[in-house]
């Protein structure tokens, strides 16, 4: 399956100087690449969001179609309600979101690989795919009453479910295999997540 990336013509002159991210950064912006590469918290989901929304609104044509966003992700998860804010505007904009995992994705940052546009998520060959129960925002320290435990327990179930839902309708998988394998800690190369339906194909040199 013979896929195009980094589509573009991008001049440099070949220095001893390093590489300037912010720069390097606003080209494949404007290629309509945006990277998801950090643990996913209010601010980086924040800068998701809002990149998405812009490139969505960029580059409509006069046939209401947008161009394709690449998402690449290389990320430990993180929030769930910061990365359900990413996957609520990836799920409802108009471009499809081609979503490309680099190193590795882990809890709701699989869940985002798996939310791409069906036919067009992948990971390259050595990358890890993390299945796991819903982590960050149900820790408590310090004093609490037994009601604030209560809650935490709700809240965490209900993630634990939606997780469950949506790892489901994007893999096709059963929800008692999903929650079984969030259970069990499921780690998958790119072939077995090809299998489970997380993504579509393994990206090669030649389309890079």
Not at 111 to 136: D, E, F, N
Request: with cysteine; net charge negative.
């Amino acid at each position: 399956m013979g896929r195009e990336f980094f589509k573009g013509n991008l001049a440099y002159e070949q220095t001893s100087k390093p590489i300037d991210k912010e720069v390097a950064y606003s080209y494949l912006f404007n290629e309509r690449i945006i990277f998801l590469m950090d643990e996913i918290e209010d601010d980086l989901a924040d800068s998701i969001v809002t990149q998405l929304l812009i490139l969505d609104l960029n580059d409509l044509n006069q046939d209401k179609q947008c161009k394709d966003i690449q998402l690449f992700i290389n990320s430990p998860g993180g929030s769930v309600c910061s990365g359900l804010a990413i996957y609520d505007v990836i799920q409802n904009i108009r471009a499809d979101v081609s979503t490309f995992c680099l190193g590795w994705s882990a809890g709701i940052a699989a869940v985002l690989l798996a939310a791409g546009s069906k036919g067009k998520r992948a990971c390259t060959p050595y990358a890890k795919i993390w299945l796991h129960q819903p982590m960050g925002g149900f820790g408590m320290t310090g004093l609490y009453q037994f009601s604030d435990m209560d809650l935490h327990l709700k809240e965490f179930l209900h993630y634990k479910t939606l997780f469950k839902e949506i790892l489901s309708f994007h893999t096709g998988q059963e929800m008692k295999k999903v929650e079984a394998d969030m259970d069990m800690d499921n780690y998958m190369s790119a072939n077995e997540a090809i299998d489970y339906g997380l993504i579509d194909f393994i990206i090669s040199k030649d389309q890079l």
